[in-house]
C-alpha cells in the first residue's frame, strides 16, 4: 500500500508561477494571483507538452509506503537519483518531484509503486496528455 501523507502546498499555483516568472516582467506578487485555477493548469499543461518539465520539479510529493515494495523502490533509485526513501520499522516514506513521478510513469509502469502513485499524479502534468 502507498499512502499520500504530503504535497506541495497550492500545487498548482507553485508550478505555474515558476514556468512564469522564467519569461514574464510582471511582479511574483501578481503572477501569484492573476490567475485561475484553469489558466494555470493549462499553462502547466502546455509547458510539459513542449517537454519543459523542470518547472514540475516544484511539486513534492511525500508517500508512506508498505515495506514489500522494498525491491521496487531500490530499482527505483537506482535510475532516479532524486526520490528520497527514508526506512522506518516496516515502512519507507519516501519523496519524489513531480518530474520524478511523470517520468516514472512513463518509463516502469508495471511497478506496483509507481501504479500506486499514479492516482495522485495530477493530469495535466502526464507526457502525452
Do not use: W
Not at 58 to 76: A, N, P, Q, R
Amino acid at each position: 500500500m502507498v499512502e499520500l501523507i504530503s504535497q506541495t502546498d497550492d500545487l498548482i499555483k507553485v508550478i505555474s508561477t515558476a514556468a512564469r516568472v522564467c519569461y514574464s516582467g510582471l511582479p511574483l506578487k501578481e503572477l501569484l494571483t492573476r490567475y485561475s485555477k484553469e489558466e494555470n493548469e493549462e499553462l502547466i499543461k502546455k509547458v510539459v507538452s513542449m517537454g519543459h518539465l523542470s518547472v514540475i520539479e516544484h511539486g513534492v510529493l511525500t508517500f508512506k509506503v508498505e515495506g514489500s515494495l522494498k525491491e521496487e523502490l531500490f530499482e527505483i533509485m537506482v535510475d532516479k537519483p532524486y526520490l528520497k526513501i527514508t526506512p522506518k520499522e516496516g515502512y519507507f516514506i519516501v519523496s519524489l518531484n513531480l518530474r520524478t513521478a511523470v517520468e516514472l510513469l512513463e518509463e516502469k509502469p508495471h511497478l506496483r509503486f509507481v501504479k500506486e502513485i499514479e492516482k495522485f499524479i495530477p493530469p495535466f502534468v502526464r507526457l502525452g496528455t
